[in-house]
């Protein structure tokens, strides 16, 4: 385990030509080379060439460290952020720290900015959360994004000599199963988008707020059996929370299991008939809100569009989801005629779904992947029942996101009525303690 704080790396842009950007402050880039101002990198042969005011070139090297002097702020210009979402976007950005360019074999080029773990969750928590959100929630937010981060390079230390695939996928004529992770990118820890953990650097003013939940709960960790835990989390779990071995790999973990986002206790779903009548509900639970002080506070201006996260209907004739999921998957079911889940967590969340064409059937797992196959972007979740009317599929769901761990809207209203940051985390990680590591 860890005992001071480390430093991160995050991935800001990917897999481009070109990058376009301002030195805010003095950097250096080789042992005489002072650089600031306006720039441009651009992949010429295997390098980068990187050019100052004037088109004159600067350096050029398979790799570009910016040093910051006294300082380091940049921006980068045309960061895409929400990438396969349906609030995908693109907007110039502001990052403190040091930028690192590196070509890639592709012949494109990476963005890299490595900033200390404390200033990079300032920035996350004012990306996730609205600066008007409850302290305690600020705090809770905090303690559960600096546990999977740190956990995240934990895991990247015990597997740097073998790797661990970024995606896992196990494929039969009958099956196909597919879970994508986050520890695995390759020459940084993390990116910037909601892959990860939503990260615009300083792009956005870091709210005193957050920055003050920041400080209070500076290196105090998720434990669980002297390991920082792996704390996921999420939008909106629907009124129950998952168990992480149905979203990711097949190893159940303690304290990821499945909790009510509630006071009282719901039934956990274990056949179709209580899927149904859950999913077709509208149950007590903290994430049920329709209170548009609460989301405002709690959601970013971009995340404020999504507003039926709770309960939701999506519909498609059946040449729709039959073309949908050809583009999405690649296979060739033909007309597509029945969708039939074969396993569901104790959520309702489907991770194996039959679905049955006139050309072929297939079940397709895990939540993600059956997500990603059912939308254009992301489906909200994986929750849902079909009803069929006629020619058209009617998808009944609940939640937005994984639902593993900790409920974002859930803790906002937690914290509006008064609960502590501590209580919070833990109704979400049960078994897990709080520890001050640094």
């Given at each position: 385990m860890i005992s001071s704080e480390p430093d991160i790396k995050v991935g800001i842009i990917e897999h481009v030509k070109e990058i376009r950007g301002v030195l805010l402050e003095k950097f250096k880039i080789a042992a005489d080379v002072i650089v600031t101002g306006e720039f441009?990198?651009?992949?010429?042969?295997?390098?980068?060439?990187?050019?100052?005011?004037?088109?004159?070139?600067?350096?050029?090297?398979?790799?570009?460290?910016?040093?910051?002097?006294?300082?380091?702020?940049?921006?980068?210009?045309?960061?895409?952020?929400?990438?396969?979402?349906?609030?995908?976007?693109?907007?110039?950005?502001?990052?403190?720290?040091?930028?690192?360019?590196?070509?890639?074999?592709?012949?494109?080029?990476?963005?890299?900015?490595?900033?200390?773990?404390?200033?990079?969750?300032?920035?996350?928590?004012?990306?996730?959360?609205?600066?008007?959100?409850?302290?305690?929630?600020?705090?809770?937010?905090?303690?559960?994004?600096?546990?999977?981060?740190?956990?995240?390079?934990?895991?990247?230390?015990?597997?740097?000599?073998?790797?661990?695939?970024?995606?896992?996928?196990?494929?039969?004529?009958?099956?196909?199963?597919r879970w994508y992770d986050r520890e695995d990118h390759d020459i940084f820890d993390v990116c910037a988008d909601d892959h990860c953990q939503r990260y615009q650097g300083i792009t956005k003013i870091i709210s005193v707020e957050a920055q003050k939940a920041i400080e209070e709960t500076r290196g105090v960790f998720l434990v669980y059996d002297n390991e920082i835990c792996d704390a996921r989390f999420y939008k909106a779990c629907g009124g129950l929370t998952e168990q992480f071995e149905n979203a990711w790999a097949n190893t159940p973990i303690p304290y990821l299991r499945t909790v009510s986002c509630s006071s009282a206790d719901h039934q956990h779903i274990s056949s179709e008939e209580e899927a149904s009548k859950w999913i077709l509900s509208s149950p007590k639970a903290f994430c049920n809100t329709t209170d548009g002080n609460i989301l405002r506070q709690v959601l970013p201006s971009f995340d404020q569009e999504t507003t039926d996260f709770f309960r939701w209907e999506v519909e498609y004739s059946a040449r729709e989801i039959s073309e949908l999921i050809l583009k999405k998957s690649g296979i060739d079911f033909g007309e597509v005629l029945e969708l039939i889940p074969i396993h569901r967590g104790p959520s309702g969340r489907i991770n194996k779904l039959k679905i049955v064409g006139s050309k072929k059937t297939l079940i397709v797992g895990k939540e993600l992947e059956i997500r990603r196959w059912f939308s254009k972007s992301h489906l909200y979740s994986s929750a849902f029942v079909v009803t069929k009317e006629n020619d058209t599929f009617i998808l009944h769901g609940a939640g937005w996101g994984h639902g593993v761990g900790l409920c974002q809207i859930g803790a906002a209203v937690m914290a509006v009525e008064g609960w502590k940051a501590e209580d919070i985390v833990k109704h979400y990680f049960r078994n897990a303690q709080l520890q001050k590591i640094y």
């Open positions: 441009v990198a651009k992949v010429v042969g295997s390098d980068i060439v990187l050019y100052g005011g004037k088109d004159i070139e600067l350096i050029r090297s398979s790799e570009i460290t910016f040093t910051p002097l006294n300082g380091g702020k940049f921006i980068l210009r045309d960061v895409v952020f929400g990438i396969n979402f349906h609030w995908e976007r693109k907007e110039d950005e502001t990052f403190d720290g040091a930028l690192k360019l590196v070509a890639r074999a592709d012949g494109t080029i990476t963005a890299i900015n490595q900033i200390s773990v404390e200033k990079y969750l300032a920035s996350v928590i004012s990306s996730e959360m609205s600066a008007t959100a409850p302290a305690e929630l600020l705090k809770a937010h905090a303690m559960t994004s600096r546990s999977w981060l740190v956990a995240m390079l934990e895991m990247k230390k015990r597997f740097s000599t073998v790797g661990v695939p970024s995606q896992r996928s196990f494929q039969t004529d009958d099956e196909i199963t």
